[in-house]
């Protein structure tokens, strides 16, 4: 069995070989040279990242019974290929042009485009490949999800838990989008985003779909469990993240410092500078939010607004509260004690993150 100590590395360990695995799989199907560049820029999207999601899986898995079965890190690694997939449409739409430190999809498949001469638009090249790609990985997302060798019972349980992950998390992109395009929104708005976006995606449904499949049912205390707990970190890991995305160190982060303020995110931090600042520095942020060629100075004095309204500090505040919301519902959850110290584990991983 997996200890909580050693749970993520050990997770991260067998869901990478998974992966592996399966894309060796695929291989036949997309074995024409011509493809060679996008099975590798699938190899390298799949390379990196901490496995949260699967953990959540995991756990969920084993905190409802589940035994050791290697084909659980199978259908949990399909998990990393959903998120692959998101991340590099996320990366069009936002026109980002780095990915954990390298090229983002879009800009890797412009530069082939660029240096082999071909005729055309490079970066309509670019974009177009890319979305490709992120629609092959959903594909094999639920291909690799269905094949994954686990009960058919579980696997029809869960299925559900399943579909309407990806719909969530397909409906958190356009709510994004719409959030972008609206403007200025509210607190509530931005809430809306991160918890579609990530909260269900990243941790409420991951956690949902392993108890499901362990149970092979969705039983009140479930949807009770996940909903409670699954939310509150989910939130949480949003906040930090917009958080990251503006005082993120670049090393760290694998994006450049102030990315987010270039692509004029509204995030729940910056929703919280705009309801706190006064009107003249309210004006300073509705005029340089979103400004592609936002310079280093610009980044410092959104940076010192965001900090001066006060909205850094209670960004923070939200998170250690929705981290002891998320930690004392699993107190009385009906779930085996490795599991609750693990998720306890995770919870705190997760919100404190600094990549």
């Known amino acids: 069995m997996i200890t909580s100590a050693a749970a993520l590395d050990t997770i991260r360990s067998e869901v990478d070989r998974s992966l592996r695995r399966f894309v060796e799989q695929q291989r036949p199907q997309v074995s024409a040279p011509e493809l060679a560049p ?13 496995r949260l999601r699967p953990a959540f899986c995991y756990w969920g898995w084993r905190g409802a019974g589940g035994g050791d079965d290697p ?69 094999w997302s639920g291909e690799m999800w269905r094949n994954s060798g686990l009960p058919a019972a579980s696997l029809a349980a869960a299925q559900k838990v399943h579909d309407d992950m990806r719909t969530e998390l397909m409906c958190g992109q356009y709510f994004d989008l719409l959030e972008q395009a609206h403007g200025e929104g509210t607190f509530d708005s931005a809430l809306r985003v991160a918890l579609f976006k990530s909260g269900k995606y990243s941790v409420e449904q991951p956690l949902r779909l392993g108890l499901v ?32 995305g503006v005082f993120g160190d670049p090393d760290e982060t694998g994006k450049p ?8 995110k509204r995030t729940m931090l910056i929703a919280r500078t705009l309801a706190a600042a006064s009107e003249s520095q309210a004006q300073v942020v509705r005029t340089t939010l979103g400004d592609p060629g936002l310079d280093e100075a610009g980044i410092d004095r959104l940076r010192r607004i965001i900090e001066e309204t006060g909205a850094l500090v209670a960004c923070e505040d939200l998170i250690k509260g929705y981290l002891e919301n998320a930690l004392g519902s699993l107190e009385g959850a009906p779930i085996l004690p490795e599991a609750r110290a693990a998720l306890a584990d995770l919870a705190v991983a997760a919100t404190s993150r600094r990549t």
């Open 213 to 244: 499949l362990a149970a092979r049912g969705r039983e009140p205390w479930i949807d009770r469990l996940c909903e409670e707990y699954g939310q509150s970190v989910g939130i949480a890991f949003q906040l930090r993240d917009d958080i990251l």
């Open 38 to 50: 996008l099975v590798s820029a699938a190899e390298d999207f799949l390379a990196g990242g901490k």
């Open 71 to 139: 084909a659980l890190f199978a259908a949990a690694a399909s998990l990393e290929l959903l998120q692959a997939s998101a991340l590099v449409h996320d990366d069009v739409m936002d026109a980002s042009d780095l990915r954990r430190g390298m090229p983002s999809a879009h800009r890797r498949f412009e530069e082939l485009h660029r240096k082999a001469g071909w005729h055309g638009s490079a970066e309509q090249f670019g974009e177009g490949a890319a979305i490709l790609l992120g629609n092959l990985m959903l594909i």
């Open 257 to 264: 410092a102030g990315d987010d303020l270039r692509e004029g």
